[in-house]
């Protein structure tokens, strides 16, 4: 039996109790050590979220020529080569599932000397890569896509700055386009979004002593110097406490706390939309972690009433949409997603998964072009059989209807979950422990 195979069985728990953490933020992570490799000098992160995803950003900035040292599971050293510092590797540069990691590599390798190649998963090589593609190409970048796809082929060189409004609201391509201006002499490279999406880049680039404008709608950064981070610390992962915040409120009598939370207001759609469904979840000792909006969280148990996903929260819950669905199953009343097709274009077709998954538990679920309509019932979910489809939150999804269902899910291809958060069954097994203590 291979990793990748491995099917995991997810028992019902009677309560969930106690206090965690969560690995430290994915997206933040990934930034850290991509813009840490273009900085002057050394970055230390602390609170680094490892995961397989992540662990493909340390490696393809090492085969760039920056230099990574891991003292220890969560602390990294990147010393950076500068901002034009890069150089290209014996081959192709591997991207692994990271589809954050290909994205804003784009923009970091077009102002680079040399031919860059990106490679990715079967997975990653099956998205959309002509978003960042296009706009790049504006900038005056050479850059070849594989039909739209990975493998990408980037000649990188000198740059122009760009006014470019995203077609779709995406984290990942207004990145691309605002490392890229880093590199563009002259005017400011301007960004405006369709909808207000994950800001960390531009946080970041602040943070690192770019300059930055922020706007309601829009981001401009401009041509850079030097760039110096120092130190950043990472707060722990909105989307990967998520699932606990579901199940403590689906599984009765529980009572979780869940410390050092990132709780920027791009990554915490979900608070709201569980909030607007009768969730009781608070948050306290709110404070700024590494620069971000931060604090503890503590979710009980809670009847839900259906809701409806307002257009603009959907790129703020983005990777939490999926934990949404199996919250309004258990709700009284229709819940309705709409203006989310980008699910269709994620780690899998997360519309369809997540509709064939929770029907095979025993869901009232259809799929619609963007999004879903579940009617709820509330009580726990029979339970059943689903495949990640090798995608982790798939996987995360699975496993929280296991711990709410009747039955138990079994998850094919449970392995998944070490994209973006290798402990997770370890840390459903201290949970299980704790609810029997
Ligand atoms: C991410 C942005 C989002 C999100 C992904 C991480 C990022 O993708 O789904 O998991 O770190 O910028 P899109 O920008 O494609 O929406």
């Given amino acids: 039996m291979t990793a990748a195979v491995e099917t995991v069985l997810v028992e019902p728990v009677a309560r969930l109790v106690g206090h965690l953490r969560v690995p430290g933020d994915k997206s933040i992570s990934h930034r850290a050590v991509l813009i840490g490799a273009i900085c002057d000098g050394e970055t230390r992160v602390a609170g680094f979220g490892r995961s397989a995803d992540t662990e493909a950003t340390v490696a393809a900035v090492r085969a760039l020529g920056a230099e990574v040292y891991e003292h220890d599971v969560d602390t990294l050293r990147v010393f950076g080569r500068g901002l034009r510092g890069l150089r290209p590797p014996a081959g192709p540069v591997d991207c692994a599932n990271a589809g954050t990691l290909m994205r804003l590599a784009c ?14 998963d079967t997975s990653l090589s099956a998205r959309p890569m002509e978003r960042v593609a296009e706009p790049l190409r504006r900038m005056g ?16 060189g000198p740059l122009a700055p760009i006014d470019y409004e995203l077609p779709v609201a995406s984290a990942q391509v207004k990145s691309a386009v605002l490392l890229a201006g880093l590199f563009a002499e002259g005017d400011a490279t301007t ?19 770019a300059r930055v404008r922020i706007g309601e709608r829009s981001v401009s950064v401009w041509a850079a110097e030097r760039l110096q981070l120092g130190e950043v610390e990472v707060p722990g992962d909105f989307s990967s406490a998520a699932p606990f915040l579901v199940a403590a ?13 990132n709780l920027n207001p791009r990554r915490t759609g979900l608070l709201s939309v569980l909030e607007r469904m009768g969730a009781r979840i608070t ?44 919250a309004a199953c258990s709700a009284h009343g229709d819940s309705v997603l709409r203006g989310a097709a980008e699910l269709r274009a994620k780690e899998t077709d ?41 995608d982790h939150r798939i ?9 709410a269902s009747r039955e138990g899910v079994r998850i094919d291809d449970a392995a ?3 994209v973006s958060f290798p402990g997770f069954f370890d840390l459903l097994d201290t949970l299980r422990r704790q609810a029997a203590a």
């Fill in 283 to 326: 948050v306290y000792n709110r404070r700024s972690i590494g620069g971000e909006p931060g604090g503890d969280l503590e979710v009980r148990s809670a009847e839900l009433v259906g809701t409806r996903v307002r257009l603009e929260e959907v790129p703020l819950a983005i990777d939490e949409l999926p934990l949404f669905a199996l």
């Fill in 350 to 390: 997360r519309i369809d998964a997540v509709v064939d998954g929770l029907k095979a538990l025993g869901a009232h679920v259809r799929g619609t072009p963007d999004g879903f309509v579940v009617r709820g019932v509330p009580t726990r979910l029979r339970g059943g059989r689903l495949s990640s489809r090798g």
């Fill in 141 to 156: 970048a050479r850059i070849e896509t594989t039909d739209g796809h990975a493998p990408l082929r980037i000649v990188g």
């Fill in 395 to 403: 996987a995360m999804l699975g496993a929280i209807a296991g711990l």
């Fill in 107 to 120: 923009g970091v390798l077009a102002g680079q000397d040399g031919a860059f190649e990106l490679t990715g």
């Fill in 249 to 261: 409120t689906l599984v009765p009598g529980s009572e979780l706390h869940l410390h050092g939370v």
């Fill in 416 to 418: 998944a979950v070490a």
């Fill in 191 to 209: 960004v405006v979004e369709p909808a207000p999406t994950r800001d960390h880049t531009e946080r970041m680039l602040a943070a690192a002593g």
